[in-house]
């Protein structure tokens, strides 16, 4: 009876301790990592984490980023930076992810879209936008230009999402969602107690031996999501790691996530029948890896679609060929002031 009363006791205080870790490092990270942003109110009290850089509105339209399915504006941060060097710039952290409020409504880009322009309005982040979207967040800012074309001059889609892919749900791509909802589920309580928070800093310590451990209980899903992001968060550069590892440490992230992968489903019958976009300039970046869109592919996204192929990249092209990107964006930057130029004459 003693032996029992002892073991519940020390699990009670290991797992107080492991709280107040958490609490005490969530805290501290949001003070010594959130400084370079702010936060924006939007409906019912939610708010939306932004990063501005750049001189808004003086050299030309405002560059809007809209990263993947599970980053943030992190995602960004090279490519924002040198960007903001010629105009102004803003990325976000979407609701349920990085330093943002959760998510109140379903990761649908329609519900995501709308959530982003009433952001802008209450950050008072004026149009003309070049929107800029990777993955999942291209088609964001797809939906974005149907609901607001007036306030888009230009689209820049980094390797979309390819709805295509997943409809019909086949039984590989539903195994790939199952893996995700059932990885989130076992983070949430593991970044309560502050293990997260041990696994990521072990994970980018480079030994990473307490984060292969917790990968490894969530079966082969958990290794699989592991390695990747090991490989991906490599590419960007190392003064983000610590931010990275902190959203990472956030019990709301994992909740934010799985919030994600539950909408796939919807996100891809909502964009499957989305009208395509019309005479505003789209430009998609498709990695050399990948087989590129077909011409009725181009056609379904809009009426005025232009196809490059990053040919030294994989998925996430931002990071492999950022130069790619960057000149993009430059080069829609001086055409769409050309085209002010000309209308003002």
Not at 119 to 126: D, F, R, V
Request: glycine share 10%; hydrophobic share 40%; proline share 6%.
């Amino acid at each position: 009876m003693q032996l029992l009363l002892w073991i519940a006791g020390s699990t009670a205080a290991l797992v107080g301790v492991g709280f107040l870790y958490q609490w005490i490092g969530g805290h501290r990270d949001r003070r010594r990592f959130a400084g370079p942003g702010r936060w924006v109110t939007i409906g019912r009290k939610s708010k939306l984490y932004v990063v501005e850089k750049g001189s808004q509105g003086s050299t030309g339209p405002t560059v809007l980023f809209e990263a993947g399915i599970a980053a943030t504006n992190l995602n960004w941060f090279h490519i924002q930076e040198t960007v903001a060097r010629f105009t102004g710039t803003a990325s976000y952290d979407r609701g349920g992810l990085g330093w943002s409020s959760p998510c109140r409504t379903a990761r649908t880009p329609g519900n995501i879209a709308v959530e982003l322009h009433d952001m802008l309005q209450g950050a008072e982040i004026k149009p003309p936008y070049i929107l800029v979207g990777h993955s999942f967040g291209g088609l964001v800012m797809r939906r974005y230009a149907l609901l607001f074309p007036e306030e888009v001059v230009s689209v820049l889609l980094v390797d979309p999402m390819r709805c295509e892919e997943w409809s019909p749900l086949s039984l590989g791509k539903q195994a790939e969602l199952d893996r995700g909802k059932k990885l989130s589920r076992f983070a949430i309580p593991i970044a309560r107690f502050g293990l997260a928070r041990l696994a990521v800093a072990s994970l980018l310590s480079r030994r990473g031996r307490t984060a292969h451990r917790l990968a490894g209980v969530a079966g082969d899903g958990g290794r699989h999501v592991l390695g990747r992001v090991t490989k991906e968060v490599g590419k960007m550069p190392s003064e983000v790691w610590p931010i990275v590892a902190s959203h990472w440490s956030r019990p709301a992230f994992y909740a934010g996530m799985r919030s994600h992968v539950e909408a796939v489903p919807d996100t891809v019958r909502e964009m499957q029948d989305a009208e395509p976009i019309h005479s505003i300039p789209v430009l998609v970046l498709t990695p050399g890896k990948s087989t590129p869109l077909s011409a009725e592919c181009l056609d379904r996204i809009g009426d005025n679609v232009r196809q490059v192929i990053a040919t030294e990249s994989a998925h996430w092209i931002h990071l492999d060929e950022p130069d790619l990107v960057i000149d993009s964006i430059r080069e829609m930057i001086l055409a769409a002031t050309h085209e002010a130029v000309e209308a003002a004459v």
